[in-house]
């Protein structure tokens, strides 16, 4: 069986880290070798208060795994997938602490262009899918300089620049809703062991309508006065107190 990578990322360089930053993240890297993870934990997380990087995250979720914080560690390895979404370290680790989580949600089933559509979507970062349409664009205007040069038949053309447009077209709505599903929503993670779901931001033992537990993701669609309004993959919802989410 394939155990949990829990190798840590070394920054070798990179220009978001100021030589303060770094200094931190090497001396969290050596608390995190020591086994002090709360000393790590504290460092990686005074980085983020700066600057975010994936592999300052994924170290994070480690080091709050080693130190028994399922909720916590998924937070940090959503993070992390957030800014590097094909990581396989990444990926796996995170798959992995799911398995852990109490809660057992199904998503209602979706028919398979719609499936696939989610699991592209998560694979490609907001940037990843603007670059694709400006180079696809790219390549559409000098193919069209070229071929106004040129004695290619024209059914053969309308063909490969209706495909490319369309490509072009369905790349541009995904960077829209990705962006729509960036901006828009807001998702957390549960990090308190148990939380009692309310029927409304009121702290009463009859409005308890079910329980979820740490490491749960939520989407968050309401917050007022210490309450969020959060809903399940399965479609359920309610009030919990916000200090139990973290948001991502």
């Known amino acids: 069986m394939k155990i949990l990578t829990l190798t840590i990322y070394v920054l070798m360089y990179s220009s978001v880290f100021c030589q303060d930053n770094m200094d931190k993240f090497m001396n969290a890297n050596k608390y995190y070798s020591d086994q002090e993870y709360l000393s790590s934990i504290e460092l990686y997380e005074d980085i983020l208060l700066n ?31 957030m800014l590097s979404p094909r990581d396989p370290d990444i990926n796996f680790n995170i798959k992995y602490l799911r398995t852990m ?17 989610k699991s592209l979507m998560l694979k490609f970062k907001l940037s990843d899918l603007i670059l694709f349409v ?19 038949l024209k059914s053969l053309n309308a063909i490969i620049n209706y495909t490319i447009f369309t490509i072009i077209v369905a790349l541009s709505w995904m960077a829209l809703d990705k962006y729509w599903n960036v901006s828009d929503k807001y998702h957390g993670v549960i990090i308190t ?22 490491g749960t993701k939520v989407e968050i669609q309401n917050s007022q006065s210490g309450w969020s309004e959060v809903v399940l993959l399965d479609g359920k919802k309610g009030w919990v107190l916000s200090k139990t989410i973290r948001k991502i």
């Open 193 to 214: 062991s148990a939380v009692d779901v309310r029927s409304s931001p009121i702290n009463r033992g009859e409005n308890v309508v079910f329980r979820i537990h740490e």
């Open 51 to 81: 600057v975010e990087h994936e592999d300052v995250y994924y170290n994070l979720g480690n080091a709050y795994y080693r130190a028994g914080d399922i909720g916590n560690s998924i937070w940090a390895y959503e993070r992390a997938l």
């Open 101 to 117: 989580v109490r809660d057992k949600i199904i998503p209602p089933n979706d028919m398979y262009i719609i499936s696939l559509y």
């Open 134 to 152: 400006g180079l696809l664009s790219l390549i559409l205007s000098i193919k069209y300089i070229i071929n106004s040069y040129s004695g290619v």
